[in-house]
């Protein structure tokens, strides 16, 4: 499997399935692109350079590569095109496709708590950089994206108890701004409407300075 080495994607490090050319001439499995082009400024995940959605191209001499050359499946030892690799993985039955499962590092009383959203980290919605927290979130929008003008959903808001991730701020920037200058989780009891819970969050900002 070494000549495979240089046609896995960089993004899921399996044998490239679809593979598809950007502009700036990386390619990656058509699946993983299309998780990187659903936000208005799209940016490759190798060098950041910013590309537009229709630009994407089928990566035929890739296909053509891996449809040339033969793999062996760690798992079965069925020999196929690497082209079939990634899909066969999926379907092997001798492929162990149990997750890890969870062990606390000590003995608790308290039960986990299942389906909770995630308030700690965000995603821009112009270029898709995601694991932000609040304050790097508004920072790097407000900087790297100053002159957008394009209308997106807060993702913040949108992980709210009374959000709607439908909802298109007409004034993206400017929201952020007025309103996510500080952390929610400092102020914000979340079982509690959203209007008494901004007013809380305003006071007790304001006490706090």
Not at 59 to 65: L, N, W
Not at 178 to 184: D, G
Not at 185 to 191: G, N, P
């Amino acid at each position: 499997m070494a000549q495979a080495d240089n046609i896995k994607c960089p993004v899921c490090l399996d044998v490239f399935e679809n593979p598809v050319r950007i502009p700036c001439k990386h390619v990656f499995c058509q699946n993983c692109i299309d998780m990187q082009i659903n936000v208005v400024e799209p940016k490759c995940p190798m060098c950041r350079a910013v590309f537009n959605r229709h630009s994407v191209r089928p990566a035929g001499d890739i296909c053509i590569k891996i449809s040339n050359l033969e793999g062996t499946c760690t798992s079965c030892s069925k020999k196929m095109a690497l082209s079939l690799m990634k899909r066969h993985s999926l379907e092997c039955n001798k492929v162990d496709k149990k997750y890890p499962q969870f062990k606390p590092i000590a003995p608790t009383t308290q039960s986990p708590k299942e389906d909770l959203p995630n308030r700690s980290t965000f995603q821009c919605p112009y270029c898709g950089l995601a694991n932000l927290a609040c304050e790097s979130f508004v920072q790097h929008c407000l900087t790297k994206h100053k002159d957008s003008n394009a209308k997106v959903v807060c993702p913040i808001c949108a992980s709210m108890p009374w959000g709607d991730p439908n909802r298109v701020s007409a004034n993206f920037l400017n929201h952020l701004d007025l309103r996510h200058r500080f952390e929610y989780d400092m102020f914000v009891d979340y079982s509690r409407p959203e209007d008494e819970m901004m007013q809380a969050a305003i006071t007790a900002s304001l006490q706090d300075h």
